[in-house]
């Protein structure tokens, strides 16, 4: 379980960081996207992962994270993911503003800078 | 009956005072986006505006007077108990931050209100979203909410920048959005690690419980918190992530540049908070893990920017880079971790930041005296107020170089004599100097050129009016802040003395925040592995 998920935060963030530093402006958005995605993997996986519990306290059942999952991660990529997506939209109406002014989607908006 | 309820309301306000200053921009804004930004309504808009930036500064003021007796100020926010629920902390420092947030943003405001914010959209209801992720950056007591209210005022900084359209600005604003996204997922991995090794965001918990992390956990935290520094020294324009923000603030219009004056103080306000306080001189294990990079960056960037101050081709430009100068400075104080070179460095903030708005705004009155040559740093034609705004500039650039007896020079004065005995000295005294005798030369060279040589035959191709009054109210108004910090510097030192230390003092910050001193109250990872007990 642990590594799969540490493969799939590796993969994603290489893949974000790869894109990131392209020249085109839809690699990039493509690229921050991956990399909050692999992000929000991060913060998920920093309560410990724990199977087949909840974080919603039970009846009954001993009020220690031994018996729980960690609600707190929850809250925080919940967050996260909202000012994420937030982001990416922002971002998504600066690239098309801008390759409108430059007609092309470079990102110092100069064709031949490659 | 009418007794009561006043009572009533002066109670709610002396209760909830720490929030006003994070709820009235933001109920302001909500109010400005119902109210839409027709043409006819601004008049109505930039009252509002006005009078809602002058009430956030008694708010602010009041704060500041009531910090100024030591007292914390701590705000429960849904009244849950720390560290469960999010804790909104008043203490000097944030007061004075407070204080000149809002003192920057009233003199900015009014000179917006004098035509630009007519040249976009809802440009005042972004004006106080930027207010409130600012003030809410300020009062927030946990990491994660800093977090939150960093992107409140990021997102209200990346239309503020493009606000006035054209090319260079979207140009910019691009780099400037992709930058400041990659540097809050590094914010947020820096957050967890910290989350998942000492169990706490909460920045009063967090101080009493860094020192107990030992072994491998206390190398990823320290990891966590260098991770930290980069984000911070991304906003706060460190070497060498400083990049992006020449070219961004010569590009904003004019009062954009002079609100984002104080964006990098973010930065460095979060630096004193996390890595001079959290991870400061008494954090055990992780003590002092921004020690050996701080001041040395600090003192590269300085030198750094007067490199760019020298080169700069336009006045915007140089201004953004007189930015970058004094970060570096107030950087190398922070870097000396001392009571005594923390105050230093927030002396010089606050007086940096107000010096290097009046810039931005005198550097947009000045290029539009000058016609074609605008404001690039060449002969042009003769200004039509060479007299007034000649000696506000250079009133500006003494204090920016650190000439007694202006604030500049007391507050570089205090970082020297901070630095005073320690290893480091002849660096900091050298760098310093040179630092502040290179920014002299630099203006000298800008000013000399911008105001003596004139080219008489492109006469007339300026505006032959002048700046109105009203417009050089602004930076005239902020000159006048710094100079009444040279007047009032007794206190001021006497404050920000207090202040240091105030943040030294860990004991009453975690005994104001969490109430009982020393009591471990979450520490969710210390279980034995639940394989096989399972739930029942």
Known sequence: MEIVLACAIGVLTACGVWLLLRPRTYQVIMGLSLLGYGVNLFIFSMGRLALDSEPVLAPGVPTDLAHYTDPMPQALVLTAIVIGFAMTALFLVVLLAQRGFFGNDHVDGREDAE | MNATFADVMMQMFRQHLAVLPVLLPSLTAV???????????????????????????????????????????????GD??????????VD????????????????????????????????????????????????????????VFFEVLLIASYVLLIHGQGRER???????????LAASALFLIGVSLIYANAGTLNMADLAQRVPLVEGDAAVVLKAAALLLLVVFGVKAALLPLHLWLPATYAAASAPVAALFAIMTKVGVYSIVRVHAVIFGADAGGSALVAGPWLLPLGLATGLLAVCGVLSARSLPRLVAWLTVASVGTVLAGVGLFSPAGLSAALYYMVHSTLVVAALFLLAELLAAQRGDAADRIEPGPPLAQPALLGLLMLLAAASAAGLPPLPGFIGKLMVLQASSGIASQPWVWAVVLTVGFLTLLGLARAGSVLFWSERPELAGSGTPAGASPRMLAAPVALLGAGVLMSVLAGPLTR???AAAAQLADRRSY??????????ITTRPYGFPAPDGEGRP
């Open chain 2, 92 to 147: 000097r420092l944030s007061a004075m931050m407070l204080v000149l947030t809002q003192a920057v943003a009233l003199p900015v405001l009014w000179y917006a209100a004098g035509g630009w914010d007519t040249r976009g959209r809802h440009f005042h209801a972004l004006f106080q979203f930027q207010l409130m992720g600012l003030n809410g950056a300020f009062v927030t007591g946990d990491l994660f909410n800093l977090f």
């Open chain 2, 510 to 519: 975690v005994q104001a925040v969490l109430g009982v001193e020393g009591v």
């Open chain 2, 495 to 497: 404050y920000t003395d």
């Open chain 2, 80 to 89: 849950w108990p720390a560290p469960f629920g999010i804790v909104l902390v």
């Open chain 2, 31 to 77: 109010f400005m986006l119902l109210i839409g930004d027709r043409a006819d309504a601004l008049p109505r808009l930039r009252r509002i505006a006005l009078v809602s930036v002058a009430l956030g500064l008694m708010f602010a003021l009041k704060l500041a007077l009531e910090a100024d007796s030591g007292a914390l100020r701590v705000y429960r926010v």
């Open chain 2, 170 to 180: 979207f140009r910019v604003g691009l780099q400037y959005v992709a930058i400041n």
